[in-house]
């Protein structure tokens, strides 16, 4: 089915005549294809679902999240922030963030409507990756007028976010993991790697601490491959258990972000 150009009055179509899985969304009642994405689109679905989901105050966070804020509106963003229940079925309302990303062939009208559509719903920020031409975010937010970050920029949303990151780290898979691992160490109680450094290296410390720093950097490398969907066997996790060295933890914590398949984890 054809995107529809033009929609006069609502059209026939309501959320709950759709099921998981078909490939649409609805705007105003009228259905609006939705066609696989490509591999630069994908691969920048997962780094933003990592950066934004592992933020220390970020509770919920979901990818295609179907969000139903009236009977004749259906929309997925790319990455939804907050109000992401753990049970199946639309989410009612909309998310405090939405993350949309914009490749080859973006339906730009379609788009506009996905942006606007959120927003008069509750949504508080919708932030738009462009992957063609310049790298950059638009930030569209309720009642402002629209502005452009770029590469080098920084990106906050108070209230939803805790921690402010660069626009790169949306879509540059080495950008993303420094902004990810600050994030899993903040939510095991470190401010930074720094931290983390430093209390390896402070005169006097404990044992405990020590191997408090090593079971953070554990579980924050299986926190990073469960976050994209990649499931530790148990080997890896055995082999994991046996290393004390967190220098070793950091650089396999590093590859995690990045890696296509959890076999790859310890070569290199």
Aim: aromatic share 6%; glycine share 12%; proline share 7%.
């Amino acid at each position: 089915m054809k995107n529809p150009t033009i929609r006069r009055g609502h059209g026939p179509f309501h959320a709950d005549q759709l099921r998981s899985g078909d490939p649409y969304e609805l705007s105003n009642g009228h259905p609006i294809e939705c066609l696989p994405t490509g591999g630069r689109g994908s691969k920048a679905n997962l780094i933003g679902g990592l950066v934004l989901g592992t933020d220390p105050d970020v509770e919920s966070a979901g990818v295609d999240t179907g969000y139903a804020p009236t009977p004749g509106t259906l929309r997925a963003p790319d990455v939804a922030v907050g109000n992401v229940p753990d049970a199946p079925g639309w989410v009612a309302g909309a998310p405090p963030l939405a993350l949309e990303y914009a490749d080859t062939g973006q339906d730009e009208a379609d788009l506009a409507l996905k942006i606007s559509e959120p927003l008069a719903a509750g949504t508080r920020f919708v932030w738009v990756v462009r992957l063609t031409g310049p790298r950059r975010v638009e930030i569209h937010e309720s009642g402002q007028t629209m502005r452009v970050c770029y590469p080098g920029d920084w990106l906050e949303a108070p209230g939803i976010l805790r921690n402010r990151f660069l626009v790169e780290s949306l879509y540059d898979p080495h950008a993303a993991a420094t902004a990810a691992l600050r994030n899993l160490l903040q939510r095991q109680g470190y401010r930074d790697l720094d931290e983390v450094r430093g209390e390896g290296r402070a005169e006097g410390r404990t044992e405990g601490k020590a191997e408090g720093a090593v079971e953070s950097l554990r579980g924050a490398v299986l926190d990073v491959l469960d976050g994209r969907g990649m499931i530790a066997d148990a080997a890896t996790r055995a082999r994991l258990e046996r290393c004390v060295d967190p220098e070793q933890l950091r650089h396999w914590l590093r590859r995690a972000a990045t890696l296509d398949d959890v076999a790859d984890l310890f070569e290199g």
